[in-house]
């Protein structure tokens, strides 16, 4: 398995120092914004530009792409997303900071597109799957590892946000030097989300509510954090633990999904979700506990968008679910934008604990809208299940490298 990793060695190297440099960017603004007395709403808001950029971005930067080529088209996101990096020690202000969320968000989405179709070309029919999951790992890791960049802030405020440019410039050099040939962009044809809908209600509808509780949490987990009490190194340790618990689950939740009704599993995912959110609201805990239930929280909350992923492929033909794939991403991104202000009213109305109320809710209509689809529709019968595939929430380019990996 190793030897298929090594071909790709740079785009792996790129992907990991890129998300040690900007998966904790989310974190640390959040931080800062409560520090200066920024309203939960504010905090919501700014978070949700990024994720409106993420989806806009998607959407747009495969023209950018197609016409100056991968390696330039990465070499100008990068440097963008650096320089906005630098722009939030310069200037402190939730407006400003807004617009830069957005940009961040486009420019993350070109990288993504840039390196996920590059791993596509690379991967072989023998060792896609492989491929995709050390890019998950790497991925995951980085963003993981970037939480305990956090500390720095602690005696010298701007010194994150530099670290963060200089890292995110590192990243330019393992794709800058390589000799891998510039692949051509898949084509991801549009599938009607009506049609989507029709043909697996519960993976839109899944996809949809699991967008919205990791945007809420993305957005106001630290927040949430901060306003219990804990302190800064405790952030980094309560999101590195949730990044991690949702790794370590994904594939056991996976397995079993192969073996069973799927939806069972995505129900299950759900409602054990609803209930450590529960917890993690109603009970005194500790610090060590907040930690424990945030892990349990990430990795049933984290193998809900492959689970709902693969739930809507076992209702679609060879030939839809690159498309439809791709339109799960979105739909998840639409999710995202939505949840930091939803997450944002409900510590408005309840207080701190008001961001895990709400994301409880939503995992509890998540799973009651699963129970009602058992009741509406057979079950796939366990042969004609297709094999569950562990895959990022970034662009509809990581469907094209998780779909052909399937066929």
Known sequence: MMSSAYPVRALLVAIFILMMGSGFLSTLIAIRLELAGASAGIIGLVATSYFAGLMLGSLRVEKVITRIGHIRAFAAFVTVYSASSLTYAIIDHPGVWTALRFIDGFAMAGVFVCLESWLNQQASPQNRSAVLAFYMIALYCGQAAGQFLLNLGDNAPDLPFMVSAILLSIALLPVLLTRM?????????????????????????????????????????AVYIQRI???????????????????????????????FDRRLIVILCFVAAAAVCAAIALLPLGPTGTIALGSLFGGFAFALYPLCVAHSNDHLTEEERISASGGL???????????????????????????????????????????????????????????????????????????????
């Open 329 to 407: 991403v979105l739909v998840y991104s639409a999710g995202a934008v939505a949840g930091p202000l939803v997450g944002s009213a409900g510590m408005g109305a309840f207080g701190p604990t008001g961001l895990f109320i709400i994301i409880g809710a939503l995992a509890a209509w998540g799973g009651a809208f699963g129970i009602w689809r058992l009741a509406m529709r057979a079950a796939v019968p366990g042969e004609l299940q297709q094999t569950f595939q562990s895959l990022p929430r970034t662009t509809p380019m990581a469907a094209v490298l998780e779909a052909e990996g399937d066929g």
């Open 229 to 259: 009490g804990m302190g800064l190194s405790q952030v980094a340790l309560f999101t590195s633990c949730v990044i991690a618990g949702g790794v370590a689950l994904q594939y056991p939740l996976g397995l079993l999904s192969d073996r």
């Open 181 to 221: 040939e510039q692949p051509r962009i898949e084509a991801v044809a549009p599938f009607s989300l009506r049609r989507l809908y029709k043909a697996s209600p519960l993976g839109i509808v899944g996809t949809l509510m699991t967008g919205a509780m990791l945007g809420a949490f993305y957005a106001l987990g």
